[in-house]
């Protein structure tokens, strides 16, 4: 029941106190809040206690702020200098390994050549010449072929002595002369011993060499060294004032089968040997003649100067020895020479300088002496054939001019060079396109036709 609230017998309240409504509670829900979060950028934090739950803002500790980051615009000029800096060194490196190859095909013509010169080492003649010797000396052995029976008598030198008198004594042909074993050898033809020189009554005992054969053949006459007496004087007082003696000893005697050198192996031994040293010399003088020298066809000779063998076909020897000499006599004349005689004779107008022409094929005619004496240096000397003729080119000057031209304008320069039919330029690396100052960077080379 309500009390009104103007009764009297009431006291007096506030009329909200007096109005309690008690409405059944609400379920409460679970809110599960993180101890710190973030918020439009202030870091909060929650204290939980018993009785409440309290929000408020984390202050910050300046010592473990990260530091801001710098906006690229401030960075900007550092990074301009950088690129300048990488961009001059890549210029500097491509210029230090940079280089202009130039192809130059400059004027030229072919001529028939067909001329006949005088030459000569005195230089009284259209051209001069040089005279070339050389000798080689060779020695081989070859194993003698050949087989036969042989009879050969030794033989050696002997020296016969006169202590008999001052008068010259005359040995005839045959005359014997006796070894103390009693071996008898021969001289072939009639001698005369000279008389002693008699001198304060004493007698110096003149001498005479001789070469003897043994009586017969066979090895027992192979001595050495031994002294002779003449078995014609027994008897006389001659026998003991003429005799004789051998340094050397007696040898070659030989009777049976034996190995001897045939004219087969004579002549496959010389030939041989003669090859070996025509080659020798041919190697010479490809070695030692200068660069600008040719010895012309049939301008020189081969000769034999010396020719020994150890033994004669058909004589005893188990090899057979070659000893031989060959002498090369030749004339060599100058190409430089020939190339200022031919332009002289067929190109060379008045008033110009022949130093502009070259004939770059000048080793390749056909150079034939039809008369040669090397010993006298004397020659007649026919040349043929078709001239290459290239216009002379200063290629040093030629880069020294591209590398001082200025930028763009190296095109000119080949203006002032009318002997230059064409010319190919290429850059190295390709895209870099830009001359070298440098005339060292500039490579020249020289474009030719096929001579024929």
């Excluded at 009764?7 to 599960?32: E, G, M, R």
């Excluded at 045959?174 to 004493?202: L, M, N, S």
């Excluded at 070659?322 to 100058?334: E, F, I, K, P």
């Amino acid at each position: 029941m309500l009390n009104h609230p103007h009764s009297s017998n009431s006291p007096k309240k506030s009329a909200f106190q007096d109005i309690i409504i008690k409405k059944p509670p609400l379920p409460q829900k679970k809110v599960v809040i993180p101890d710190t979060f973030q918020k439009k950028g202030h870091s909060l934090f929650i204290e939980r206690t018993n009785a409440a739950v309290r929000i408020g803002e984390i202050k910050k500790d300046n010592s473990d702020a990260r530091p801001k980051k710098k906006r690229w615009y401030v960075a900007r000029p550092l990074v301009i200098l950088y690129a300048v800096v990488a961009f001059t060194l890549f210029l500097v490196v491509v210029d230090a390994f940079s280089g202009v190859h130039v192809a130059i095909t400059p004027h030229q013509e072919f001529f028939k050549v067909d001329t006949v010169l005088k030459a000569s080492v005195d230089g009284q003649a259209d051209l001069g010449v040089e005279t070339v010797i050389m000798e080689e000396s060779l020695k081989q052995s070859l194993s003698v072929s050949g087989q036969q029976d042989v009879e050969e008598k030794s033989s050696g030198t002997l020296t016969i002595y006169n202590e008999f008198s001052s008068a010259p004594q005359v040995f005839v042909g045959r005359t014997r002369f006796e070894t103390p074993d009693g071996k008898i050898y021969r001289i072939a033809e009639q001698v005369t011993v000279p008389g002693a020189k008699i001198a304060d009554g004493k007698i110096e005992p003149s001498s005479l060499d001789v070469t003897v054969y043994a009586d017969e053949p066979g090895e027992e006459y192979n001595i050495g060294p031994a002294d002779f007496t003449i078995p014609g004087f027994k008897g006389s007082p001659r026998y003991e004032k003429f005799y004789a003696r051998s340094s050397s000893g007696m040898s070659g005697g030989f009777n049976g089968t034996t190995r001897v050198a045939t004219k087969e192996d004579i002549d496959a031994l010389s030939s041989a040997l003669e090859t070996q040293i025509r080659e020798k010399l041919a190697r010479r003088l490809t070695d030692e003649l200068p660069e600008n020298m040719i010895v012309p066809e049939n301008a020189a000779s081969l000769s034999v100067v010396k020719k020994d063998f150890s033994a004669e076909a058909g004589k005893p020897a188990e090899t057979l020895v070659l000893d031989m000499t060959m002498r090369y006599d030749g004339l060599a004349v100058s190409v430089d020479d020939l190339e200022e005689l031919l332009i002289k004779r067929y190109l060379e107008q008045e008033g110009e300088n022949n130093t502009q022409f070259d004939i770059v094929n000048i080793g390749n005619l056909s150079y034939q002496a039809q008369e040669s004496d090397p010993r006298s240096g004397i020659m007649t000397l026919h040349i043929e054939g078709f001239a290459h003729v290239v216009w002379n080119i200063d290629q040093s000057l030629l880069a020294e001019n591209l590398a001082a031209a200025g930028f763009r304008k190296q095109l000119n320069v080949f203006s002032y060079y009318p002997q230059i039919e064409e010319a190919v330029i290429s850059f190295s690396p390709s895209w870099w396109r830009v001359f070298p100052n440098d005339p060292d960077k500039i490579t020249i080379e020289r474009t030719l036709f096929e001579s024929p």
